[in-house]
């Protein structure tokens, strides 16, 4: 029921289909010029896009269903609000699943990429990013009262998530201070964790830092939504509930404090920059010995 109506949300349809395809082929066709080598560098950011737009949907449909009345009709039923936020995860798990395929096919039969690097990797971090953002999303719906208030708070969380990552700008070439204010960012290990597994065929294993996190944030917010989730738009929020929503970000403040002192993060996202280019330089062939010197 929960992806029948989803299906049925023009929101939803924008961010997990309409907005994806828009930067797929803004990267591949503008940054990455059609170039394949680039474009499968290029490929971790649009993905990771893709993923976080989720929290965007999410957090609109369950504020306009609360202000319509349609969540007071899920709670007639034998529905708590754990079945309600988990079934809503599974949903856009389904949903969005198929975005990413038809854009790595895209990027195949357009663009002639042939190597997409360490696929089970890249498929495990998108789930493990869909059920991250669509917690996020989840959490902004149960702290926010009104569509208004929801949006405006879904513009700043947009903005930091793709423009301090290295979503938009390559992280090697945001300025210092962004780049370490980066590391306290979920986006920021979203988009690292993919470009590795396609650009360095990282595997589970060695992404474990990033999947970690992604995971035990998903987790901790889904807890905490279930806590503060309310059917109706009478129901009052606890006087700590914002206090509690903001918890949600411990993993990755102890995340970015390690990272910031001990972590390889931006080593490794400038050493992909620089071996990007090197590997789409093409080779220079020495002219043969017998060849004669040409008139000038």
Known sequence: MRIRITLRNKAFLFFSLVM?????????????????VTVRYLLGPVVAMSVMGTFWGLSAQIV???EQGILR???LSPVSAFNMIVSSIIANMVLLLPTVIVELLLARFIYHVTDFGNMASVFVLALAGIASFASLGLIVAS??????ETQI??????????????ATVPLPELPKVAQHAALFLPATYLVSGLQRAMVDRASIFVLWAELGCLLVWAILAIFISSQLFRWEPEAKLPRNAKLWAASTILPFILLGIWENHNGKLLARSASMMEERPAEKAPRQQP????TPPSNP
């Open 287 to 290: 002219p043969p010995a017998d």
């Open 73 to 75: 009709r899920f709670r």
């Open 143 to 148: 702290v926010t009262n009104t569509m208004q």
């Open 153 to 166: 708070i879904n513009q700043l969380l947009w903005f930091a998530l793709i423009f301090v990552s290295g």
């Open 20 to 36: 994806p395809m828009v930067f797929f082929f803004l990267y591949g066709s503008v940054f990455a010029k059609g170039d394949p």
């Open 64 to 66: 306009t269903w609360r």
